[in-house]
């Protein structure tokens, strides 16, 4: 039933304030890339660590460190394409 809601109106967004939105998630891509390259150097540094302790060869380190730059460009795509889809339907009147 009806009284076990509360109904707020809500107004639709302003030109600004889909513009401030939009900054923000602007904003939020880019601290997940950090976040992604964070990432990257703590593997990259374990891998390198790894090859000089000998657990790992020349190829199996040139292998990891391949697919560890394949994800991060994969990652870093869908960052910057969730961010940008995000933005055009916010910025949609």
């Known amino acids: 039933s009806d009284s076990d809601f509360v109904k707020v109106p809500i ?3 302003t030109e600004e304030r889909r513009k401030e939105l939009a ?3 602007k904003q939020i891509a880019e601290e997940s890339k950090v976040s992604v390259r964070n990432i990257r150097r703590q593997y990259s540094d374990a891998i390198k660590e790894a090859k000089k302790e000998g657990a790992i060869s020349q190829d199996e380190e ?3 460190t391949g697919n560890l730059e394949k994800a991060t460009k994969e990652y870093n795509l869908k960052i910057d394409l969730l ?3 995000k933005q ?3 910025l949609e009147i």
Do not use: G, W
Request: without cysteine.
């Open 83 to 85: 961010s940008e889809k």
């Open 62 to 64: 040139s292998r990891i």
């Open 88 to 90: 055009n339907e916010l």
């Open 23 to 25: 900054k923000k998630i």
């Open 11 to 13: 107004p639709p967004l």
